[in-house]
């Protein structure tokens, strides 16, 4: 976990390149991670253009306000809905800025019972994968 002020975000195929400002720090930092959660707090009505990894998803299309302008719209499983109105596979919205279609998300028995169910619904992604099976599990195998 890493607490900082994030200034630029670059999708590099299978990591993102993120450049952040550690929070009481001046310097700025770039590394690679696998996913970025952004837990920001409630300017939830300017959140998808003054925060600069949510304004990259809207550019892309891949996010949009929702009706209401409380942050994103979301399907009912919490997946992102895209700017050709349907929702985008893999990309969940959970806490605050899912309550244009969840409702109140502020405290943190609703935030937390949100997250639960979309930790579900990602935990239900993987029970449709195929198993994984050795490659060559006999190779070492003299007849």
């Keep these: 976990t890493i607490a900082a002020r994030l200034v630029a975000s670059n999708d590099e195929g299978e990591s993102l390149a993120v450049s952040f400002q550690r929070r009481g720090q001046t310097r700025i930092e ?22 600069p990894a949510l304004l990259s998803l809207t550019e892309a299309g891949l996010i949009r306000a929702d009706t209401y302008g409380l942050g994103i719209e979301t399907s009912l499983d919490s997946l ?17 800025l899912a309550r244009g279609t969840f409702g109140e998300l502020m405290g943190l028995p609703e935030v937390a019972r949100h997250a639960q169910r979309v930790a579900a619904e990602i935990a239900g992604l993987f029970d449709t994968l195929p198993s994984a099976e050795p490659v060559g599990a006999n190779a070492g195998s003299v007849a």
């Design 80 to 96: 992102a809905i895209g700017s050709d109105a349907k929702p985008v596979a893999g990309l969940f919205v959970a806490g605050p």
């Design 30 to 51: 770039t590394a690679r991670f696998d996913a970025v959660i952004n837990t920001t707090g409630p300017a939830h009505g300017q959140a998808l253009q003054s925060n």
